[in-house]
């Protein structure tokens, strides 16, 4: 590996088995340890080669972070560390081809680098900016504020991030309180629109059936021949017999308490005789049918069948709540992001992470990562490192809905100091992607959530606290039957009293007043 003009050429899957089980003795990190080739990974594609002068390039100093699954950490008991991971192998097999000589210097706090309100950077973007490292064995954005100071192995991508706030599913089992979320709950079955349309439609329902009954034929008969009986009607009401009036004396809002009797499946106690009508009728219990269908069979569906209820859904509603800690890695590029914010809820993500109230620092170690899953904690994170780290615990966190998902790619980063050993380096990981061996790796690695959780699709049980909003319905509608009858009652004494005949005629001799006064000011003026 000293030779001082290095060339590789990989040809074929064997080769390749006797360059990763080659050792390494010059690599501090590996302590000269023999690296063996993942079972099942393959090489495929044409010869290749890339070229290095490995002799001019002084040793290369490697800076990284325990990141699983890209780096592993251990510290062993004579102090010295284990290194492992995805990146770690990726970054082996670099160093073998290039026959470079390195030393690794885990870094133990700083995280991945962000810019402080001094403009000094921290973490392992100032490891490479200020020249105490060469190459950055890591996973992070490409950002421009970072550009500007280091740059990046970016001729491929070795990782995706999918970034967003997560936390722990669940509700309360309690009975939920009485607000007007609580009643509109019952409209969750059917979309906001087809509530408009409903409203719209019993409205044109009631004036078409006040229509047909004006104007109908059959209607307008038994409107010739009740003439008589209605004036009949009237005196025997006058006299304390109850009477009913025909169904054509029906007003505007008789039809739309009949059409909505209609829609909730109550019967109408006359039937008009004209053909015109009586088809409003039938639309209304057209409608009634199937409306009445799906909203019942999606109020069965989204109370019976299992979904995942979340205890927070926006950033707001974080900061608001009492006893919420947020969760981020150290350094993470999103802090600068909320540091600049003029969302008032991302900057005050910000104050926690610099003042450390309510915050959590995920550094992925024994098991402090179980805070992750703990209620009342909202993490910021790439989902891939959560799913290595919790295993089968990760299943209990669900995305916030409506929150941005940070999508991007990750790249190594490297000193702006070295930029022969940039170019070798970005021509071997592009070969490796074309090869399908980078992918390979990275699929040793790197599992999703789908691999590991499998959704819930049985029937969960109904509580008192699903029902709670329908069983309230009739307590809420007797308080405020009693309600309007006392109101009913106080006015009917009201009226009934010498104090309102005394209000009536004050304000009838009030605008009598002022009618004469209008008079005379009229008939001056002609004057």
């Known amino acids: 590996m000293n030779a001082a003009h290095y060339v590789i050429s990989i040809v074929s899957h064997r080769e390749l088995g006797s360059l990763w089980q080659r ?27 890339v070229s290095f002068n490995a002799s001019l390039e002084p040793d290369v100093v490697v800076t990284t972070m325990h990141n699983p699954p890209f780096v592993l950490i ?27 000589r390195y030393r690794i210097e885990p870094l133990l706090s700083g995280g991945f680098g962000s810019v402080g309100e001094n403009g000094t950077w921290s973490g392992m973007v100032g490891e490479l900016a200020y020249g105490r490292a060469d190459v950055a064995v890591t996973a992070i954005y490409l950002r421009q504020d970072r550009a500007s100071v280091i740059d990046y192995l970016d001729s491929v991508a070795v990782a995706r991030s999918y970034s967003t706030f997560y936390v722990r599913a669940g509700k309360d089992e309690g009975l939920p309180p009485v607000t007007a979320e609580l009643f509109g709950s019952l409209l969750q079955p059917l979309h906001g629109s087809v509530w408009w349309a409903v409203l719209v439609s019993l409205l044109v329902l009631a004036l078409v059936l006040r229509i047909a009954l004006f104007f109908g034929l059959s209607d307008r008969v038994q409107r010739t021949t009740n003439i008589s009986s209605r004036s009949a009607g009237r005196k025997r009401e006058s006299s304390g017999e109850l009477t009913q009036g025909p169904v054509v004396d029906m007003g505007l809002g008789s039809c739309l308490l009949f059409s909505f009797t209609s829609f909730v499946g109550q019967g109408w106690p006359d039937l008009p005789l004209g053909t015109p009508a009586r088809l409003v009728a039938a639309s209304c219990w057209a409608l009634r049918t199937i409306i009445y269908t799906s909203y019942t069979a999606n109020l069965i569906s ?52 610099v003042t450390r109230q309510g915050f959590i620092e995920i550094n992925f170690k024994g098991d402090s990562v179980f805070e992750l899953v703990q209620p009342k904690v909202m993490t910021f994170v790439n989902f891939d490192k959560v799913v290595f780290a919790l295993g089968p615990e990760v299943c209990h966190l669900v995305p916030i809905p409506g929150l941005t998902v940070k999508s991007k790619d990750l790249f190594m980063g490297i000193s702006k100091r070295r930029p022969a050993l940039r170019r070798a380096i970005n021509d071997i990981l592009l070969k490796m992607k074309e090869t399908g061996m980078l992918a390979e790796l990275k699929a040793r690695w790197i599992k999703s959530k789908d691999e590991m959780c499998v959704m819930k699709s049985e029937y969960q049980q109904m509580s008192l606290g699903d029902m709670f909003v329908v069983l309230i319905i009739l307590p ?19 009226s009934q009293s010498g104090m309102y005949s005394k209000i009536i005629g ?14 005379r000011r009229t008939e001056i003026r002609g004057k």
């Open 74 to 100: 251990q510290r062993l008991a004579n102090g010295t560390f284990l290194y492992d991971g995805y990146l770690v192998q990726l970054w082996e097999l670099i160093a073998a081809e290039l026959g470079l």
């Open 506 to 519: 004050k304000m009838s001799d009030s605008l009598l007043a002022v009618a004469f006064l209008k008079s």
């Open 476 to 494: 809420v509608a007797m308080v405020a039957c009693a309600g309007i009858c006392l109101i009913e009652w106080g006015w009917f004494r009201f």
């Open 23 to 49: 050792r390494c003795p010059d690599a501090v990190g590996r302590g000269g340890a023999t690296m063996e080739l993942p079972a099942g990974l393959q090489f495929v594609g044409q010869p290749w080669t």
């Open 302 to 353: 989204h109370m019976v069948v299992h979904s995942v209820a979340l205890p927070i859904r926006s950033l707001k509603e974080f900061a608001e709540q009492p006893g919420w800690r947020l969760a981020i890695q150290p350094g993470h590029a999103i802090l600068n992001d909320w540091r600049r914010s003029r969302d008032p809820y991302e900057r005050e993500l910000y104050r926690r992470s």
